[in-house]
Nanobody
Framework: VQLQASGGGLVQAGGSLRLSCAAS????????VGWFRQAPGKDRAFVAA????????PSADFVKGRFTISRDKSKNTAYLQINSLKPEDTAVYYC??????????????????????WGQGTLVTVSS
């Protein structure tokens, strides 16, 4: 499985971006794709996850109302829509995937160590 993240860029505060995570070699219908971000000088932080088969998945508290995660199975692509961008959203955004989803994995989707595959990251810079 290879993941290719894209869609980052420089935007003004209040703007929007849609990040994409294209997966190749993805043949597992029961997996999960997660988004993480790493701001300068900070640890990598969980943003949100989406189950490839559908259903609920966890997200961080800060995403409520501004971030939307989705996936298009026909395109093998996951998306992270970010609206009303703030300077504190500036970070490298990474997508990650795990090709199975059981109760243990589902309970640990906010942990980077749960994921087996990682994309290279896409930089989002928000100017004030």
């Amino acid at each position: 499985v290879q993941l290719q993240a894209s869609g980052g860029g420089l935007v003004q505060a209040g703007g929007s971006l849609r990040l994409s995570c294209a997966a190749s070699g993805w043949r597992f219908s029961n997996g999960v794709v997660g988004w993480f971000r790493q701001a300068p000088g900070k640890d990598r932080a969980f943003v949100a996850a989406v189950r490839w088969s559908g259903g609920s998945a966890p997200s961080a508290d800060f995403v409520k109302g501004r971030f939307t995660i989705s996936r298009d199975k026909s395109k093998n692509t996951a998306y992270l829509q970010i609206n009303s961008l703030k300077p504190e959203d500036t970070a490298v955004y990474y997508c990650a995937a795990v090709d199975r989803s059981n109760r243990q994995i589902f309970s640990q989707l906010a942990l980077a160590s749960t994921y087996d595959y990682w994309g290279q990251g896409t930089l989002v810079t928000v100017s004030s």
